[in-house]
Nanobody
Framework: QVQLVESGGGLVQPGGSLRLSCAVSGFTFRNYAMRWYRQAPGKERELVASISVFGGSTDYADTVKGRFTTTRDNAKATLYLQMNSLKPEDTAVYYC???????WGQGTQVTVSS
């Protein structure tokens, strides 16, 4: 059974930081590139970050470039998203995704508010 379980979301003040995790099971994590998406209320789901199989290549949406960093630990089958200098417009549900397999996590809520 494939599972992608996000965690680490919460309420944070503007300028703060959060670290999201996505624990994967049910497929060979180290063989697949991964992505982070987010969806704010009333908006379409947005691609936030991508990471290659071994983590040597990453890509980010312009809206988060320089503030967010995605990494992975293939030994732990876990994907991470470090989010710094958070802004109210970063408020959304964040999802991890295995794009070539079409698997999604259930999402974790991030709320940036004072």
């Amino acid at each position: 059974q494939v599972q992608l379980v996000e965690s680490g979301g919460g309420l944070v003040q503007p300028g703060g930081s959060l670290r999201l995790s996505c624990a994967v099971s049910g497929f060979t994590f180290r063989n697949y590139a991964m992505r982070w998406y987010r969806q704010a209320p009333g908006k379409e789901r947005e691609l936030v970050a991508s990471i290659s199989v071994f983590g040597g290549s990453t890509d980010y949406a312009d809206t988060v470039k320089g503030r967010f960093t995605t990494t992975r630990d293939n030994a732990k089958a876990t994907l991470y998203l470090q989010m710094n200098s958070l802004k109210p417009e970063d408020t959304a549900v964040y999802y991890c995704n295995a794009p070539t397999l079409g698997y999604w996590g259930q999402g974790t809520q991030v709320t940036v508010s004072s």
